[in-house]
């Protein structure tokens, strides 16, 4: 599984942006998606996470009501809307998948097999 990560750049404070993980050499289907952020000096964090079947979907209190986590099975693509953006969003911004993920695991980094490569995140204040 490959994942391509996209979409991030310089935005003002309470802008938008939409940042895309495109999946190749499987389906999108089965797949649990999370996205994780790491901020400079800071640990790698959970943002968001949709599971095998979409059905499901979880958020860091810092972004609940903020960010929107979706899939396309059109184009195997993974979204993650960003909304009312703020400085301290700023970040390296990370996809993650996995083919199984325990609900209760899915805040966790060793929850996903599979990474992207990261795209960066700039809020200006």
């Known amino acids: 599984v490959q994942l391509q990560a996209s979409g991030g750049g310089l935005v003002q404070a309470g802008g938008s942006l939409r940042l895309s993980c495109t999946v190749s050499?499987?389906?999108?289907?089965?797949?649990?998606i999370g996205w994780f952020r790491q901020a400079p000096g800071k640990e790698r964090e959970f943002v968001a996470h949709r599971n095998q079947n979409g059905g499901f979907t979880d958020y860091a209190d810092s972004v609940k009501g903020r960010f929107t986590i979706s899939k396309d099975y059109a184009t195997n693509t993974v979204y993650l809307q960003m909304n009312g953006l703020r400085p301290e969003d700023t970040a390296v911004y990370y996809c993650?998948?996995?083919?199984?993920?325990?609900?209760?695991?899915?805040?966790?980094?060793?929850?996903?097999?599979?990474w992207g490569q990261g795209t960066q995140v700039t809020v200006s204040s």
């Open positions: 993650a998948a996995s083919t199984s993920v325990i609900r209760s695991n899915r805040a966790s980094q060793t929850a996903y097999a599979y």
């Open positions: 050499e499987r389906s999108l289907r089965g797949l649990a």
